[in-house]
Structure formats: C-alpha cells, structure tokens
C-alpha cells in the first residue's frame, strides 16, 4: 500500500530537513515524496538533493502560492494509494507510516485516518483537535488537523477529494482548509478514525502566549467554511454556528476573566472577531 507524501513549502529550508530526516527512519519504506516548492530563489534545492538519493522524491517548483492549491497540485501528481499533507515544520515518529498502513488494513471501512499532533514531545500535544482516546468521529467532533490526515483513495468519494483554492496560507482565508476538507468528506459519507498512538510532532504555535494576530488570521478561515456550507443550506452546520460562533469564544473569554488572564482573554476575544469577519466575507 503505497503513501503519497504531498509537501508544499514556501519561505522554510532547515524546517523541510527535519521532516525529510524523520522520513529516513521509517520503518515502512513504500512511500513517496511530493514537494510543492513555491520558491522563487531556489530556497531549499541544496536541501532536498542529498536526500534524493535514498528517498523518492518529486521536487516540483511551480509559480503559484497558496498551501490549498499546492495541496491540490500534488494529489493530481500522487500515485500512492493513501495520501497525505505534512506541514514543512513538523516531524514524524519512526513508525508513523508502518501504523497508518497497519490501520487502513484493520479497519476495512476506515476513508480517513488522523494522527495525533505532539508539540515536539510524546506526551503533550500541540495543534488541533487531539484527545488522550483513540475513537471513531464524525462532523460533531472532528478531530486533528490537516497534517494529520491520511486519506485512502480507494475508499473516498473522488469528486470530493480536493483542496478548496479559497483557503489556507496564501488564500482568501487564512487557514481552516484542512477541516472544510474533512468536513465535506464526512458529509460524503467516509468514515474517519482518530489514533493518538500515531505521533506527528509539530510545535505548538496556536497558544495565546504568541500573539493575537495569528488567531484573528487563522479564525477567518474557520468562519468561511462554516458560512460556505450554510450557503448551501447544510442544516448541520447550525451546530458549529451556535458552537464556534457563540458558545466556545463567550465561554473561553469569561475563564479568561475569571482566571484574570488579559492575554488569553484579548486572544479569545480576536477568535470571535475573526470567525465573524471570515464568515461575513465569504462569498463576497
């Protein structure tokens, strides 16, 4: 069961070695690796060659940006059977891919199968939606991130196994394209698996500590997709309105007041702003 590795980079070079790195001790070997440069000045070419020699790898340099579209790209080009979209700052465990493989195989119905995310340790995590609990999900409680993803082709619906351009870096909303992803995916139908047994480790840079102005940038992204599917009169989706646009911020902002925490109350409080600015713009 061959992995297709999709990699889009833009702006990183010791970052892609270490995830490249992580890649020479995996204890499963049939995988590719698709780099989407959108470099201009040939950031990382002295990076990846070395690593050419004992990986297969795919160094594609193309003249657009947008981690969306670069996503998109490389599914076209991959020709593994489960394929996947590594951030170009995280790492894998030694035997990450040797337990997504072995869980496509138990797991004979399983579409969609995400790891946990750790931030650079084995015991506590980092970005995303994680849980200590290995377990079946659906759109209530989607769990991960997009470099958490693996995705089984042969089990997925086709026409909805793509990157909407309109998200992620690069796009008109800021991330967010990772669970419009799964998000449609569940509607189609695909059953999805959450394994925290499976370490992708990535640092942490969503805590209020690092500034509000990546919150306000990413949440856009999240009040998007949520508008998008409400465009298309998804009843569903009246769940995360209430839950993401309401509920979670108001209940988070007075734990901040309560905890007498300024920052985490003005990071809070720049979540809602941006899931409302995101939400009302899209489609404008």
Known sequence: ????????????????????????????????????DQNKDGKIDEIVEPF?????????KVDFTGNARARDYGIGVAQGRI?????????????????????FKR???????VAGSYDLSSSRFSIGVNSDKPQYFSRYQMMGVEFTQFFDRKRLDGKQFYLDHDFG????????EGFELLYRLLRAGST????????????????YKLGTGRMLMYSTGIGAYIRK???????????YIVRKMFVAPVLKMLLALVL??????AYSFYNLIGIWRGFLAYGR
């Open 229 to 239: 599917f409400a465009k298309q009169r998804d009843v569903f989706i009246l769940y």
């Open 83 to 103: 394929v996947a979209f590594p951030d170009d700052d995280c790492a894998y465990d030694k035997d990450v891919l040797k337990k997504v493989v072995a869980e």
């Open 107 to 113: 797991r004979k119905d399983l579409s969609v199968l």
């Open 192 to 207: 999805a698996f959450y394994n925290p047994d499976i370490k992708i480790y990535h640092p942490d840079k969503d805590h």
């Open 1 to 36: 069961m061959k992995i297709s590795l999709v990699l889009a980079t833009l702006g990183r070079d010791l970052e892609v070695a270490d995830f490249l790195k992580s890649l020479l001790f995996q204890t499963y070997k049939d995988f590719e690796v698709i780099i989407i």
């Open 260 to 265: 007498l925490n300024p920052k985490k109350l």
């Open 169 to 176: 870096i690069g796009s008109k909303y800021s991330g967010a």
């Open 52 to 60: 050419a020699a004992c990986l297969a790898i795919k160094h594609l």
